[in-house]
């Protein structure tokens, strides 16, 4: 079968080749993908594959096609949401039934394929922080994948969200996705907020975390930065206060955090941002882009 796979020789480590096709364990489905959605984590992340030729790959949509052998999880012709580490840019990939989610019929593959790493982070992330009713939230990279989400979630939950992107042009949308507040950098927040959902990591995480109140904690989702942070302690001594500063990894199981997910976007209470859509023959152009902060919300690809 045609998959995406690890090629050192190729742009961003990324080429299409022939691989086997899956075999699953008693407790995976197979699924013929129809979407897959691409995070800048699992693009920077290819070089470190097991060998050329291994197929990445976090999220994918599609049909199932065969079943789990141990009898649990979705029947064939099921449509549904999966989550693996690997395999997901493949024709067929398979997946535990622990983390697929069954969509619902308003919900085509495209917006399944955008929900799982960054909406169930995003929703595991805010989660982390406690109640945040009435509370001060911040989303750094509110403009990407997991922030457009973080801040859709943040909002619904009756935090006061400030979203903080790189450029006005990043911003635009946030507040009607229940942001209120838009800031370019945090130079404009003067009050202490609860919490941090940092998608950026380097100085803007130590900046944001020097801004949590008593409490409060911050969440370090992403470094899209790609840069170090430093975190002045001496100076977090002095402040007096009790707060958090925690690195944060989406932790499966995910299918109950699927199901959730792809109910409110049944119901039109969440949108998955799809900010490119296009064929997976343009894996490279579209990881590209999204390298270079050119994609706002996700990328998701369509499978032939």
Do not use: C
């Amino acid at each position: 079968m045609r998959a995406v796979v690890f090629d050192p020789r190729s742009p961003l480590n990324i080429g299409f080749g022939d691989v086997p096709e899956p075999e699953p364990a008693a407790d995976e489905a197979v699924i013929e993908v129809r979407a897959i959605a691409l995070n800048l984590g699992e693009i920077h992340m290819i070089s470190q594959a097991d060998a050329p030729g291994a197929v990445p790959g976090w999220d994918a949509a599609g049909v199932v096609t065969q079943a789990a052998a141990d009898g649990s999880g979705p029947p064939v012709g099921a449509r549904v949401v999966s989550f693996a580490w690997t395999g997901g840019w493949a024709q067929r990939r398979a997946a535990a039934v622990d983390d697929i989610g069954v969509l619902p019929d308003a919900v085509d593959f495209a917006e399944a394929a955008a929900l799982p790493v960054a909406g169930a982070a995003a929703l595991q992330a805010l989660r982390a922080l406690g109640p945040v009713i009435g509370e001060r939230v911040l989303v750094t990279g509110a403009s990407g994948g997991v922030g457009r989400f973080a801040v859709q979630l943040a909002a619904r939950a009756g935090a006061y969200v400030i979203a903080a992107v790189g450029n006005p042009a990043r911003g635009e949308g946030l507040r009607e996705l229940g942001a209120d507040e838009v800031l370019v950098g945090l130079e404009g927040i003067t009050e202490p907020v609860h919490g941090v959902l940092d998608n950026v990591g380097g100085p803007l995480l130590a900046q944001a975390f020097a801004l949590v109140g008593d409490g409060g904690s911050a969440q370090s989702i992403g470094n899209a930065s790609g840069l170090p942070t430093a975190i002045d302690f001496d100076t977090a001594r002095l402040q007096s206060v009790r707060k958090r500063l925690e690195p944060f990894r989406a932790r499966p199981p995910l299918r109950r955090d699927l199901t959730y997910l792809l109910t409110l976007v049944e119901r039109g209470e969440l949108d998955p941002q799809i900010g490119l859509r296009d064929s997976w023959d343009e894996i490279g152009a579209v990881a590209g882009a999204l390298i270079n902060r050119q994609v706002a919300g996700k990328a998701v690809l369509d499978v032939a």
